[in-house]
């Protein structure tokens, strides 16, 4: 049975950090794809931050460039989000996901979800 787990969500005040993780189980960690996707109350879900099989190619939205940081340990079947100088409008569950191969931002053909963490950004 597959699990995806996410952990370290919270309440921050604005500028400040936060490092989401997300664990699975019952795949093989290493031949899948992570991303983490966030959504808003009221908008659609759109994607954060993706980053390859090896952790060697990454990708993230315009809007959390140069402030998220996405890695991976696949000893560990872990993957985690280092967010930085977070904002307001960062606030969202965030969620984890597995996709077979291939990195992409796009939620379809992400085949396992996590249930998601809350990330609350205070101004």
């Known amino acids: 049975q597959v699990q995806v787990v996410e952990s370290g969500g919270g309440l921050v005040q604005a500028g400040g950090s936060l490092r989401l993780s997300c664990t699975a189980s019952g795949i093989q960690f290493g031949v899948y794809a992570m991303a983490w996707f966030r959504q808003a109350p009221g908008k659609e879900r759109e994607g954060v931050a993706c980053i390859s099989r090896s952790g060697a190619r990454t990708d993230y939205a315009d809007s959390v460039k140069g402030r998220f940081t996405i890695s991976r340990d696949n000893g560990k079947n872990t993957m985690y989000l280092q967010m930085d100088d977070l904002q307001p409008e960062d606030t969202a569950m965030y969620y984890c996901?597995?996709?077979?191969?291939?990195?992409?931002?796009?939620?379809?053909?992400?085949?396992?979800w996590g249930q998601g963490t809350q990330v609350t950004v205070s101004s």
């Open positions: 996901a597995a996709r077979y191969m291939v990195c992409a931002l796009s939620s379809s053909q992400y085949a396992y």
